[in-house]
């Protein structure tokens, strides 16, 4: 059910103007939680596709709610890898609108298990600048911001300037050579920070709370197949067998 949001949210008021009405489905419970922005390109390479997953993951085991603004690309990793019930996903549309139409399922599993926030009233279809409020919304309410990928004349470009203005720590991941062109400017003039070592970087974030699955995680910090059957010998192959994980590029990719 759709509901408008009735009660202040602090870190909104970092923005330009405060939005004028807010509308959610799901837990607004997240809200009350130190949060994280990830965003990025809709077509991030497997590097910061994996890198994204990391982060995201890594964070969301050290109870921090990931944000993200339910895009395809970087948006999903970082939603999916912190699993929907510590997920917050802004729209820029209303909220009786699944869109990206591809990521329906996602959507709906962070209605039921997440929250799901737009400053749109139903019916209100995304246009441009409907995805320039989304996201200023999405870098307020983060307490830092990381931006794992970012192509030249980006949407996510917007999102790292709204970041300064608003006096956020922004991150990246080391850049490769000609990938995430975006950033380069802004990794020259010292404006955001490289995360050279992950763990280092999550663990200032409070130490990882205990799994009861390891394999799962494991797999999902896509290893390279050789590595994971040294490891994990005859289970590998059963989920390979099972159709439950596929092999690409050497490296393993869960199904679920």
């Keep these: ?96 609108i699944r ?30 600048y409907t995805f320039v409020l989304r996201n200023e919304i999405v870098v307020a309410l983060g307490e830092i911001l990381i931006v794992t990928h970012a192509d030249e004349k980006s949407g996510t470009l917007s999102s790292i300037n709204y970041a300064l203005e608003m006096g956020k720590k922004v991150y990246t991941i080391p850049q490769r050579l000609d990938e995430s062109k975006g950033i380069l400017n802004y990794l020259k003039k010292g404006l955001i920070t490289p995360i050279y070592n992950l763990e280092e970087f999550l663990n200032t974030f409070g130490d990882k709370k205990e799994t009861t699955n390891e394999l799962e995680l494991y797999l999902k910090s896509f290893p390279s197949y050789e590595e994971a059957v040294k490891k994990y010998s005859n289970k590998i192959l059963e989920l390979e067998l099972e159709g439950k994980i596929i092999i690409e590029n050497g490296h393993i990719k869960p199904l679920s």
Excluded: C, W
Aim: proline letters at 2%.
């Design 99 to 128: 869109y990206p139409a591809i990521n329906e399922k996602l959507i709906k599993e962070i209605e039921k298990r997440g929250l799901m926030l737009s400053a749109y009233k139903q019916g209100e279809k995304a246009r441009n």
């Design 1 to 96: 059910m759709i509901r408008k949001i009735d009660f202040e949210i602090k870190e909104l008021n970092l923005m330009k103007k405060y939005p004028k009405e807010l509308f959610y489905i799901g837990n607004t419970q997240l809200l009350k939680k130190q949060k994280v922005s990830i965003v990025g390109s809709r077509r991030p390479s497997q590097y910061s596709q994996r890198f994204t997953h990391l982060l995201s993951q890594g964070l969301s085991q050290r109870d921090i709610t990931v944000i993200s603004g339910a895009a395809i690309g970087v948006d999903s990793i970082a939603h999916k890898s912190a699993k929907t019930e510590n997920t917050i996903a802004v729209v820029a549309n209303g909220l009786d």
